[in-house]
T-cell receptor, first 113, second 111 residues
Framework: DVKVTQSSRYLVKRTGEKVFLECVQD?????MFWYRQDPGLGLRLIYF???????EKGDIPEGYSVSREKKERFSLILESASTNQTSMYLC????????????FGEGSWLTVV | GQSLEQPSEVTAVEGAIVQINCTYQ??????LSWYQQHDGGAPTFLSY????GLEETGRFSSFLSRSDSYGYLLLQELQMKDSASYFC????????????FGKGTRLSVIA
């Protein structure tokens, strides 16, 4: 069974903290993504990666960075968390060349206080 | 810019049929897909249309008209477990460009 695993389902962090959200996929997919999901705003793309050590900005990259040191792992980093980054974060992966099916992790609920 | 329009909420009765529409304006078009997301869960793939017409998968069908930049998801014999959010998404090219998602339609199935 294909799987995208996000290491933390629920986190509470303080303003200014550095936050790491980890994502691992076992499907040997080249492409990985980080989305943010907020009520009424749908899925918004933060960053994506086509390959190891490669990254591309999505629609809302400000305040975030990413790391892809291994093909199966894609990390989202909040350098200095702020309250407006309280949200649900979804990691996803898809085959190179796009494919027709994107696979999502279960999501990480982040609250910044 | 890229935009996908779908209704924000739909309510339907158990056993009925419901149609969720999606219109798109994107820089390119390669295919339209649909995803289902239950509260607290991950979006999961439902269907994909690259060509005009209807694709059927059990109780769910998806339709595409490329000339109208329009598609819909049809859910038949609604069940309470179908209450979820449904997202349409456009693949704009054959390469690695990320899918463009609509904002989602919240479907509530009532008894």
């Amino acid at each position: 069974d294909v799987k995208v695993t996000q290491s933390s389902r629920y986190l509470v962090k303080r303003t200014g903290e550095k936050v790491f959200l980890e994502c691992v996929q076992d499907m040997d997919h080249e492409n990985m993504f980080w989305y943010r999901q907020d009520p009424g705003l749908g899925l918004r793309l933060i960053y994506f990666s086509y390959d190891v050590k490669m990254k591309e900005k999505g629609d809302i990259p400000e305040g975030y960075s990413v790391s892809r040191e291994k093909k199966e792992r894609f990390s989202l980093i909040l350098e200095s968390a702020s309250t407006n980054q309280t949200s649900m974060y979804l990691c996803a992966s898809i085959l190179a060349g796009g494919g027709n099916t994107i696979y999502f992790g279960e999501g990480s609920w982040l609250t910044v206080v | 810019g890229q935009s996908l329009e779908q209704p924000s909420e739909v309510t339907a009765v158990e056993g009925a049929i419901v149609q969720i529409n999606c219109t798109y304006q994107t820089s390119g078009f390669y295919g339209l897909s649909w995803y289902q997301q239950h509260d607290g869960g991950a979006p999961t793939f439902l269907s994909y249309n690259a060509l005009d017409g209807l694709e059927e998968t059990g109780r769910f069908s998806s339709f595409l008209s490329r000339s109208d930049s329009y598609g819909y998801l049809l859910l038949q014999e609604l069940q309470m477990k179908d209450s979820a959010s449904y997202f349409c998404a456009v693949r704009v090219n054959s390469g690695n460009t990320p899918l463009v998602f609509g904002k989602g339609t919240r479907l509530s199935v009532i008894a």
